[in-house]
């Protein structure tokens, strides 16, 4: 029997996957995560106090990269917010040459796979991703420097993981939780990717990207609107913040998407017409899709 259960997970290449447990929506589940997410922070200290050679939109261009790497091998959606928490811990302790940047990422990249995947991304196909630039052993020796400066602690709570805590605390109705959490994941990418909000707590970033999506998508509350403030008010006391930190974060969210749209906007314009002032955007979460 066990060899032919390994046939059904291996030889036809599917991967075995856990279905949804409801116990981990238990109260005391979220308590545990707020408890517990400080402590997994990179320290607060400017990037430049730490690093030489390494600046926040070389950390961002990085970040992309290791999204696309996430999209291209399927990966489970909390292997890329994990791997840019074990990023920014480590440059946020030690200094790195830019050289070597992309190394860290994809040693990140290998040990997020490795806690969250059923099947973890190789060494090859990592430096594959590369171009080769990274050799393996040079991927293994960084695996376990990173390792070292994380203290073995790798277990970090990401903003992903409050989302489906959260979006009962909104009280929407079933039909609509669908596109919310789409949306809010994507704002959550948003938020890993830019520096600016390396700082915030997941907690925060995931109630104010599910704020963000809720507000932008107009979604009612049992046919009545579900005011903006009513819904932080609802979210900030789930995560036990001040409603108005969390509207702040909310609106840089908002903030950072604006910029983003108006960028690709920009890049899809043809070069003669790319100096011409660009029409105004729409209210940021006013969208459907968003790709990043």
């Known amino acids: 029997m066990e060899a032919e259960g390994m046939?059904?997970?291996?030889?036809?290449?599917?991967?075995?996957?856990?279905q949804p447990d409801p116990c981990l929506l238990q109260e005391r589940v979220l308590t545990k995560l707020l408890e517990t997410e400080e402590r997994y922070l990179p320290n607060r200290r400017p990037l430049s106090s730490i690093q030489l050679e390494i600046e926040p939109h070389m950390r961002s261009r990085l970040a992309g990269w290791m999204l696309e790497v996430c999209e291209e091998e399927s990966c489970e959606k909390e292997v890329f917010p994990l791997a840019m928490n074990y990023l920014d811990r480590f440059l946020s302790v030690m200094p790195l040459e830019k050289s070597r940047l992309q190394l860290l990422g994809s040693a990140c990249l290998f040990l997020a796979s490795k806690l969250r995947e059923t099947l973890p991304l190789s060494v090859e196909t990592l430096c594959a991703?590369?171009?080769?630039?990274?050799r393996p052993e040079e991927l293994r020796?960084?695996?376990?420097?990173?390792?070292?400066k994380l203290k073995w602690d790798i277990a970090a709570p990401t903003a992903l993981e409050f989302v489906e805590h959260l979006i009962r605390a909104t009280g929407l109705p079933r039909v609509k939780e669908q596109v919310v959490r789409k949306h809010t994941e994507t704002f959550i990418a948003l938020c890993t990717i830019d520096y600016e909000f390396v700082s915030y707590p997941p907690s925060m970033i995931g109630a104010a990207s599910l704020a963000a999506a809720v507000t932008g998508?107009?979604?009612?509350?049992h046919g009545l609107s579900l005011a903006n403030r009513e819904l932080t008010d609802r979210l900030a006391n789930s995560i036990r913040c001040d409603p108005e930190c969390l509207r702040a974060c909310q609106e840089q969210v908002e903030i950072a998407l604006q910029a983003r749209l108006r960028q690709a906007q920009r890049d899809t314009l043809p070069q003669h017409v790319k100096s011409e002032e660009l029409e105004r955007s729409r209210t940021p979460t006013d969208i459907q899709d968003v790709s990043l």
């Open 141 to 148: 020796t960084m695996e376990l420097l990173l390792l070292n």
């Open 7 to 18: 046939v059904l997970c291996t030889g036809s290449q599917r991967v075995c996957s856990a």
């Open 129 to 134: 991703y590369t171009a080769h630039s990274s």
């Open 217 to 221: 998508l107009h979604l009612g509350h």
